[in-house]
């Protein structure tokens, strides 16, 4: 089966659904978006920002990220 995914053809065998899914996950992470932050204590995981409210649109983004974490487990 193939698919298109940002204008290039390709076969699916997950790896474009792989490659989507990271791209989504760094973009969660980036600082600018002031979502999550590295937590203080272990500085390893992460955490909810308690600033994520200054992104106008944190709760689409956290509903996008909760969707797509329960498609994962299809």
Same mark, same amino acid.
């Given at each position: 089966?193939?698919?298109? @995914?940002?204008?290039?053809?390709?076969?699916?065998?997950?790896?474009?659904?792989?490659?989507?899914?990271?791209?989504?996950?760094?973009?969660?992470?980036?600082?600018?978006?002031?979502? @999550?932050?590295?937590?203080?204590?272990?500085?390893?995981?992460?955490?909810?920002?308690?600033?994520?409210?200054?992104?106008?649109?944190?709760?689409?983004? @956290? @509903?996008?990220?909760?969707?797509?974490?329960?498609?994962?487990?299809?």
């Amino acid at each position: 089966r193939n698919n298109v @995914f940002d204008g290039e053809e390709g076969q699916h065998a997950n790896g474009l659904l792989r490659e989507c899914y990271s791209i989504i996950a760094r973009s969660m992470f980036d600082p600018n978006f002031a979502l @999550f932050m590295i937590n203080p204590g272990d500085r390893v995981t992460y955490m909810p920002n308690p600033l994520s409210h200054c992104n106008a649109n944190y709760s689409q983004y @956290f @509903f996008i990220y909760w969707l797509l974490y329960l498609l994962s487990f299809e």
